[in-house]
């Protein structure tokens, strides 16, 4: 994330501390997924409040439609397992 768009204060506690720092991002859209390992973002030092530049969540998404419309190819596919939550 450029200096220009860091935020000046985090929206949650109101610290202005912020790290750069790399994570996996799950895309899903109408039940698919995408998962983007080393997704760039800033993380608030005070209270872990994560925060993504819009460029990248755009570019992720052209991806996504972009691998779904068969226009590119993903790096791999992963299996994930599914189980349902009930009370």
Partial sequence: MSEQNKPLTC??????????????????YKGEYL?????PVQVCTNCGMVYYDAAVLKE???RFFAIRQ???RPDRYIQMPTTSYAS
């Fill in 11 to 28: 929206n949650f506690c109101g610290s202005d501390q912020y790290e750069e720092r790399r994570i996996e991002y799950l895309y899903s």
């Fill in 35 to 39: 998962l983007v390992p080393d997704t």
């Fill in 60 to 62: 992720i998404e052209r």
């Fill in 70 to 72: 068969k226009q590119e």
